[in-house]
């Protein structure tokens, strides 16, 4: 998460064309609307797999709870096709104020925000590797 503008990104080698077919594998094999990571002592992360398309973007809502299970954290989560094999994940909170990155809740804000970032790219790319949509597959 960029503390000015309170976001994180990451980006993805898969082939921004097919991006489409990537986020139906994943609303099918996804067994609920929810995809639900638990992350150990960083908190837990939850993410609707019912993305919408404008364009080349893919949007979808997350929530992010705090390791005491008590603070919640509402984020929108973007895909965008910005080069013929390089997708841009990014996650930035709904809610603003978000707590300052040098505090210690937006330290741990900006580590669940990491991980949970972490847990969907690697599911976006095990789906796209398995369509073969990423570079070299």
């Known amino acids: ?13 898969i082939d921004g064309a097919l991006l489409g077919d990537v986020m139906l594998r994943l609303r099918r094999d996804t067994p609920a609307s929810l995809l639900r990571w638990t992350l150990g002592d960083r908190g837990t992360a939850e993410v609707d797999v019912c993305f919408t398309s404008a364009g080349p973007a893919w949007t979808t809502t997350a929530r992010l709870w705090n390791r005491a299970g008590l603070a919640v954290t ?35 804000l900006l580590d669940l925000a990491r991980a949970a970032l972490d847990e969907l790219a690697e599911e976006l790319l095990w789906h796209a590797t398995r369509a073969g949509l990423t570079q070299g597959a």
């Open 1 to 13: 998460m960029n503390p000015a503008r309170t976001s994180m990104a990451r980006t993805l080698p």
């Open 74 to 108: 509402a984020a929108t989560l973007q895909l965008v096709a910005t080069g013929a094999d390089e997708v841009r994940l990014t996650l930035e909170p709904t809610a603003p104020p978000a707590p300052p990155a040098e505090s210690h809740q937006g330290r741990e």
